[in-house]
């Protein structure tokens, strides 16, 4: 069992930055992979970006060249950094722990897949 705290949410202008993380309880945390996610009002959860055990890292078409995800096995979290926010950015943010890359990207809650509460994010114009 993992449990996944997501922090670092807030409010700010289109055009800031915010760092969220994801806090994880599980020491064994470098086996897992790691997603992130958002969903917004009305909307469907959608992927936005997920590194690999390994580090390697695929991003949402949307999120490109604006996030960067990465992790800290030795402090068993991993972070999302947010730049040139936009007023569509605004959703709650989720992260997802897994140990099957395949599916990753998915929002679906497939066996041993672990998910964070969400933290909010709030981009004004």
């Known amino acids: 069992q993992v449990q996944l705290v997501e922090s670092g949410g807030g409010l700010v202008q289109a055009g800031g930055s915010l760092r969220l993380s994801c806090a994880a309880s599980q020491r064994y945390f470098s086996s897992y992979d790691m997603g992130w996610f958002r969903q917004a009002p009305g909307k469907e959860r959608e992927f936005v970006a997920a590194i690999h055990r390994g580090g390697s890292t695929f991003y949402a078409d949307s999120v490109k060249g604006r996030f960067t995800i990465s992790r800290d096995n030795a402090k068993n979290t991993g972070y999302l950094q947010m730049n040139s926010l936009r007023p569509e950015d605004t959703a709650v943010y989720y992260c997802?722990?897994?140990?099957?890359?395949?599916?990753?990207?998915?929002?679906?809650?497939?066996?041993?897949?672990?998910w964070g509460h969400g933290t909010q994010v709030t981009v004004s114009s």
């Open positions: 997802k722990a897994s140990q099957r890359w395949a599916t990753i990207a998915s929002s679906q809650n497939y066996e041993y897949d672990y």
